[in-house]
C-alpha cells in the first residue's frame, strides 16, 4: 500500500470517530490491501486535524443552573439569563426543557429527528430527578407517585419512586432554597417516562410534600446506558463522548 493510498483511506476512517490519539490502533482497508494497522504519529495526527471534516450534527450535555431560562432569548423588559450566556454554538435547541426554577442535565442539538424521538411522550424515554421536598413523605405517599396520580385533567404515567438515604452530591444552589425552622426535608429520586409542564412539581405538592429543589440528573438514551451530570458543573457544559453519540444515533434505527 503506498503511503498516499493509506493516507486517504485512514482519512476515510477519521471521519467516523471524533478525536485521534497517539499509540491508537487504526484498521484501514482498501480494495488492494484488506488490512493494514498502522500506529499514528504526531505527524499522522497533525495531518488528519487539518482534513477531518465537521460534524453536520452537534450534540452538547449542559448543566443547567437555577434561574436561566431554556431557551436563547428572553425579550421581557427585564431580560433574564438564557442558554446563550452559557452555550455559544448557534442553531441548537434543548431536548426537552426545565423550568426556570429547575437545574440540572439538557442535551441540546440540531438534529431534529433525534430531537423528537427524544422528546415525544409516544417513545416514554425515561428521566430521572432529584427531588427535595419539604417534610418526609411515607410509604402510602410514595406508592400514590409510583402508581399515577391525578394532576388538573390528567393522570401521571406510573413512576419511578425512591427515597434516598443521603443528599446527593450537588453543588449549593445560588440563592439558597427557604428552609422553616423545625421542617424536615428528604430528597427523593423520580424517574417518569413523560414532561408534562411542571410535573414533578404538581406531583409532590398533590401528595402535600411540595418541592423545594428539583434537579435533574439523567436522561435514557437506551436500556443499558443513560447520559448523567457527571462531573459537569452548574453553567459548564460539553459535547457527548463518540460512544453516547453512537448510541443516540442508534436510536434513529430502533
Known sequence: MSSRTL?????????????????????IETKKVKKSILKLTQTSIM?????????KYKYILFHKPYGVLCQFTDNSPNPRPT????????????VGRLDKNSEGLLLLTNHSALKHRLSHRDFAHPRTY?????????????????QGIKIQDYFTRPAQVKKLPLAPLLPPRIPPI????NVPTCWLEITLTEGRNHQIRH????IGFPTLRLVRASIGISPEQELTLDKLQPGEWRNVSFQERNILLRLLKS
Not at 482519512?11 to 467516523?16: A, I, P, S
Not at 495531518?47 to 460534524?55: A, F, H, T, V
Not at 406531583?203 to 398533590?206: D, G, K, R, S, Y
Open 203 to 206: 406531583m409532590t405538592a398533590a
Open 178 to 181: 427557604r428552609y422553616r425552622l
Open 7 to 27: 493516507f486517504i483511506s485512514l482519512l476515510k476512517w477519521y471521519n467516523l470517530v471524533p478525536v485521534a490519539r497517539l499509540g491508537y490502533i487504526a484498521t
Open 47 to 55: 495531518m488528519l486535524n487539518q482534513y477531518k471534516k465537521p460534524e
Open 130 to 146: 432529584w427531588v427535595q421536598v419539604e417534610r418526609i413523605p411515607d410509604e402510602l405517599a410514595l406508592n400514590n407517585l409510583r
Open 83 to 94: 442558554l446563550k450566556d452559557y452555550i455559544p454554538i448557534p442553531d441548537v435547541y434543548s
